[in-house]
């Protein structure tokens, strides 16, 4: 730099004075005074927590940014805790979260053996509907829909809800009449779809191919309030609300055992030690079947690696999703401009995180047709989760013959868009006994003849 | 990718030429079983990470059924045998066991 006045600087330093002082910001966050108690506080947020704001950004630049704090803290596990819940993916966290803010559950540990949102949370394709086929489906999948509508504000957090619309293409006559009997369905359950027309499937997304030549498209099921979120965010917001209530994240803790006593729960042992709780609560998607068997109880489930895939970004061109089910292949846009595309599940069971490469092959081929523009795409990123199939392909939430365990898994292909809904329900499980949102989902449904068979609505070939 | 060798003519090709068949060696429970032995055949599968037996067939081959064993977190295949037996042989176990000692699977090990 080179000597004489400089604005900028002088500005800056007038800006950093005001900053420091402590109640220079203050009337930014006392955003009412109608209602008694700090917002933080009746948000049933710690108030030792800093809330994100445009204001803490203001401050923060003014101040180098080094009053940044972490998002949640890392501490170590106690002794003993009210519940435990095994899984830091959106599911747990989101169970956790819900356990505080809905039923004051606050002594809570969330336990995870890799690191938080590493396993199907950060691995899916982001994608959030709920026109669902059958009632209880419709029940969780919506009320899942509605909490993301204001996830962002519930959570100080920014998820990047983008409700984009969700249209699922109707490519035979049979798909038609499908689509067609979940729109009524839906009008039933009170969840907003539609079927349309092929010309408004080519308004709304004007890059697709509508003429075929093996498979037209026919209509769609359009449901304008479905849409995307960041992943991630999803479960970093979760994750730094549920530190704020004073519950423990705990990473790279892995559970080797389940200790029971009389039929009931007392305590897990961990690659931290061990440690007792009241309630536990698995959510663990791919890998709950291995965690039942070390809690004495088998379930209805198989784990397969289900892939994803993205292209290098361009310009913006397809602001709703697409998903194309008879051909088997699902796209949308992210913000960054690359196409995130979904693919299709391995045929065996396997725990492996890749999938099988012809699976590619089959979802790049069927979307080359339906988008002929992405045909000279380059793709960036391959990867796979491990998805836990049920046989009706509906989750299970419910109690098990463990008093003081239940579980949250069984999503399948199709767990992102669930995770607030999952979570709300959840907790009203562990906390209560009982939900309305859960009731159809026992583990022990199959058995009672009392499927929710989604396996040809849920929206993607299983 | 799984690369598989049919125990009946003896090619060897990548999973695309075969068709994955779901756990091996269920014994059926239908009349006179009780609801548990019934819920357990209809409903419950073995999904271990690691060893695990299962049905496959030659679909674009002969079109015969066999039995495999294979890890489910590495996919290694530890070996293919003939669909007509209701455990796996034991030159198969042997492979298993000199490869993951200890391991079991349903009553087997």
Known sequence: ?462 | MLTLTCPYCGVSGEETEFHAGGEAHLKRFISGSTDAEFDEYMFLRENPKGVHFERWRHVYGCGKWFHAARDTNTLEVFGTYSAQVSEPPKEIKDKISAKRPGWSWRNFK
Request: one cysteine or more; hydrophobic letters at 40%.
């Open chain 1, 1 to 462: 730099m080179t000597g004489g006045f400089q604005p900028y600087d002088a500005l800056m330093s007038l800006f950093r004075e005001f900053a420091a002082l402590p109640v220079a910001f203050d009337w930014a966050e006392k955003d009412s005074k109608t209602t008694r108690g700090h917002p933080r506080q009746r948000r049933g947020i710690r108030p030792d927590m800093k809330r994100y704001s445009a204001f803490a950004i203001a401050r923060e630049a003014l101040r180098h940014h080094t009053g940044w704090e972490r998002a949640w803290r890392s501490p170590e596990p106690k002794k003993k805790y009210d519940a435990i819940i095994v899984g830091a993916g959106g599911h747990g966290l989101a169970t956790a979260y819900y356990l505080g803010k809905n039923y004051g559950i606050k002594n809570v540990a969330i336990l995870e053996k890799g690191w938080l949102g590493g396993g199907n949370t950060g691995r899916n394709t982001t994608i959030i509907r709920s026109n669902y086929l059958q009632d209880p489906s419709a029940a969780i999948y919506e009320k899942a829909r509605s909490l993301y509508e204001t996830m962002s504000q519930d959570l100080n957090y920014n998820v990047m809800f983008s409700p984009r619309g969700v249209m699922m293409l109707a490519q035979t006559q049979h798909e038609i009449r499908g689509y067609k009997r979940t729109a009524h369905a839906n009008k039933l359950q009170g969840v907003a779809t539609e079927f349309i027309s092929p010309q408004r499937v080519k308004e709304l997304v004007p890059i697709i191919n509508i003429d075929g030549p093996r498979y037209p498209v026919l209509g769609a099921l359009w449901q304008p309030r479905g849409g995307t979120a960041r992943h991630d965010a999803v479960a970093w917001g979760y994750a730094r609300a549920c530190s704020a209530m004073g519950m423990d994240v705990i990473q790279q803790c892995e559970v080797t055992g389940v200790r029971t006593e009389g039929g009931k729960v007392i305590g897990v042992d961990t690659t931290k030690g061990a440690i007792d709780c009241d309630k536990l609560g698995l959510v663990v998607a791919g890998h709950s079947g291995v965690l039942a068997e070390k809690a004495g109880f088998r379930l209805p489930i198989e784990s397969l690696a289900l892939q994803a895939l993205v292209s290098e970004p361009i310009k913006p061109c397809m602001n709703v999703v697409v998903m194309a089910n008879t051909v088997h292949g699902y796209m949308s846009q992210s913000d960054k401009g690359e196409m995130v595309i979904g693919g299709g599940t391995d045929g065996f069971n396997n725990y492996t995180q890749r999938g099988s490469f012809h699976h590619i092959e089959e979802t790049v081929r069927a979307l080359n047709e339906t988008f002929p523009i992405i045909s000279r795409l380059k793709m960036l990123r391959q990867w796979g989760g491990i998805v836990d199939m049920t046989g009706d392909r509906s989750p299970l939430l419910s109690k098990t013959p463990v008093e003081g365990i239940f579980v949250n898994c069984g999503w399948g292909t199709g767990g992102f868009k669930a995770i607030p809904g999952s979570g709300w329900a959840m907790a009203e499980l562990m906390a209560k006994g009982h939900s309305p949102l859960t009731d159809e989902f026992s583990m022990f449904r199959f058995r009672e003849g009392r499927f929710i068979d989604e396996s040809v609505a849920a929206g993607v070939a299983h």
